[in-house]
């Protein structure tokens, strides 16, 4: 299941070094770009996508809630935060978007 959702305005944006122990953080290499990432919970797997300018922080209430029945993952949009680009365009389109999910999904569950 993906699942791109407007942030929690209420929480500021992640730059926080301080992530609970039981989050799991990493990188996905996808074409001309590093996709960061956090992982935290068990089960069915939930891909959590910010829009605008905010990260994967954004989502860190909403994903340690449903941590108790969900895999939850959290991005940072390629060029966003953390997540970097070795092609920096000034176009960014819903397909160049969607394929960084699925690699990121495809990485993460081995490919399953």
Known sequence: MILAASPDFSRAQSGDAHLHPDVISGFVEVPAASIYYEQRGSGPM??????????????????????????????????????????????????????????????LTGGQ
């Open 46 to 107: 939930l891909l959590l996508i910010p829009d605008g300018p905010f990260d994967a922080g954004i989502f860190s209430t909403l994903a340690e809630r449903l941590s108790a029945c969900f895999t939850v993952v959290a991005i940072d949009p390629r060029c966003n935060s953390r997540s970097s680009c070795r092609e920096f365009t000034a176009a960014f389109d819903v397909n160049s978007e969607a394929d960084d999910a699925a690699d990121v999904i495809h990485e």
